[in-house]
């Protein structure tokens, strides 16, 4: 079980810290918003792809483990241009083709996490919550440290090098059971409420994307948060770790339904984004970071409940791929192609302002189907 926790501490801070430097990397070169928003918008498009292909390829041949390493290998391999390189085609393809393996590092673990760790669902959320904290513990010392620079891409580039190879190193050591191929089905069949509960997630996420993708340049710009943009990353992360551990056994005393859950979640990112409106004050900020627990947290310890209690447990794996893809990824995909627009006519505080709208309507499509998403 150590090696699992101590996989995910290294894993979170891999992709948490790229994906906050991403788009400042690229203002590192000089790109516009819109044309940041474009290319973000076709790296959604392989985080919605990659992982599907890389999920359907590792189950067929029983290679989850090895598929890990490849992947963790590969995107390490297409941010070295990315990170380096100054033509804009280069840079572009390089980050594009880059998001296919790095975001297919997370539904690979936990497929590898859940298939050899014995014990109840809590257990994976301990095991996600201390990749979290992780995170949380990383962030600030980048914080307190200054590395990397946010003006420098190749600390940015070291920074990844260093969480890649602490994650190679970890899979190696990791166990793993090996599975036979299953033979080959006509096709996988999932309920309609399956499709509903995936609608239900992925409108609501449609405005984290203001969060995920654009909160780290509003930071340092509008901001003038500087380096300390971090911190305030981490303390979202803090909050994040105690939610994710406590939806767990809120889920599993019954005290709250994944349903319930996952609305207030859409009610706290309506909350969230308001607050950015409303004001720059840095403390007001900050307890809007705080808010990230509720946001996050109680959404994906849901859905993984949701789904762990609606789903044929020999299609868990495949499930939770296209919640990840579909009602995660390709809601950022759509945010964030038109986010850098937004922000280039109307400014940070209308990106804030529309995208309160899909949390809203997440709500309003959760109440109508009530009857599809409450679990018996």
Known sequence: MLIFYLMQSFIQPLNGSIASYFQIAMRNKGWSYSLIGVVTALGQITTIVGPLFVAFAAEKRGKEKRALMLCTLLSLAFHIPFFLVGNTLVTGISYVVSCAFLWSINPLADGLITKNCIGTKTE???????????YVIFMFLFSVTGFPSNTSNLQMLLNNAFFSIAVLI???LAPSKSLK???????????????????????????MAAIDKMLASYMVEEMGLGRWFTAFIALGAFSEFFFMIGGTRILKKGKMSPYAML????????????????????????????????VFAFCHVASVRWISERVESRHYSLALTIYHSVALNLPVLLGSLAGGFIVDGLG???????????PLASMIFGFVNRKSLVTQ
């Open 124 to 134: 994976y959320g301990n095991i996600r919550a201390c990749g979290t904290m992780g």
């Open 348 to 358: 940070y505080r209308a990106l804030f302002l529309i995208y309160t709208l899909f």
């Open 263 to 294: 609305m207030l979640s859409s009610a706290t990112i309506i909350i969230r984004l308001l607050g950015y409106v409303a004001t720059k004050n840095i403390i007001v900020f900050g307890l809007c970071q705080l808010l990230h627990g509720t």
């Open 170 to 172: 970890l899979v190696c």
């Open 181 to 207: 191929p299953r033979a080959r089905e006509k096709g996988v069949n999932f309920s309609k409420e399956f499709y509903v509960f995936i609608a239900f997630v992925a409108i609501s996420r449609v405005s």
